[in-house]
């Protein structure tokens, strides 16, 4: 069946760590990615996408992602988060053409001052 | 611009009532979704519109849950009767025929 997985659902870091989030899907064929946030009290926005070209991508806020085809991975990355990235990251696969998102379970992130 | 309205954003009712969610999608985008998103999991899609004609309903539980979307705008999603497990967040969300969803706030919804 068709997937996104992420794992370590729950990240504690100290401002300034290095923050890593994993995303793997099971789809065949063309894919768009997505990482959405949702801080909390807030809904779910965009962090950044991909379609197609350059597979580093950089959204806001300094998150970037990488798709590697070969290994079905969009990782996000920021090299050092601030207390204000406490939030739920989710990523999400579409499959090109239909725009229907299938998301993981989500990575509840908290920072620390 | 406005974004996608949903009401109410909390709902408490017990199993076996019938509920109703309504979203106002942004002005201008043609596809519409909800979502449904239990504790601790991603969201899940269960009916897609565009314009006003059913995309995807295939993960949509038809014996309980319908959806409408008039006129191709307003949207609303019941579901009778409820059970316990239907407890979660619905969201709504729209966008551009194939472009990045923009979500609504959600209603919570509690079946006890």
């Known amino acids: 069946a068709q997937s996104v997985s992420q794992h370590n659902h729950h990240v504690i870091l100290s401002e300034a760590a290095s923050l890593e989030l994993g995303c793997n899907y099971s789809y065949g064929g063309t894919v768009n990615l997505f990482w959405y946030v949702q801080y909390p009290g807030q809904h779910l926005q965009l962090l950044l996408k991909y379609f197609s070209g350059d597979p580093l991508v950089k959204g806001i806020k300094g998150f970037e992602a990488e798709f590697i085809k070969s290994k079905f991975s969009f990782n996000l990355r920021k090299p050092s988060v601030q207390w204000s990235d406490t939030a739920e990251y989710f990523c999400?696969?579409?499959?090109?053409?239909?725009?229907?998102?299938?998301f993981g379970k989500g990575n509840q992130v908290v920072v620390i001052p | 611009e406005a974004g996608v309205a949903q009401s109410p954003r909390y709902k408490i009712i017990e199993k076996r009532q019938s509920v109703a969610f309504w979203c106002n999608p942004i002005?201008?985008?043609?596809?519409l979704y909800w979502y449904q998103q239990i504790l601790g999991q991603g969201p899940k899609l269960l009916i897609q519109?565009?314009?006003?004609?059913?995309?995807?309903d295939s993960q949509l539980p038809k014996d309980r849950f319908s959806a409408e979307r008039l006129k191709g705008v307003d949207s609303t999603l019941k579901i009778q009767p409820a059970k316990l497990e239907d407890s979660a967040v619905y969201l709504c969300?729209?966008?551009?025929?194939?472009?990045?969803?923009?979500f609504g706030p959600g209603t919570r919804l509690t079946v006890t």
């Open positions: 999400a696969v579409s499959l090109y053409g239909n725009n229907r998102l299938a």
């Open positions: 969300a729209s966008s551009p025929i194939r472009d990045e969803q923009y």
């Open positions: 002005s201008g985008h043609a596809t």
């Open positions: 519109f565009q314009n006003n004609g059913v995309v995807d």
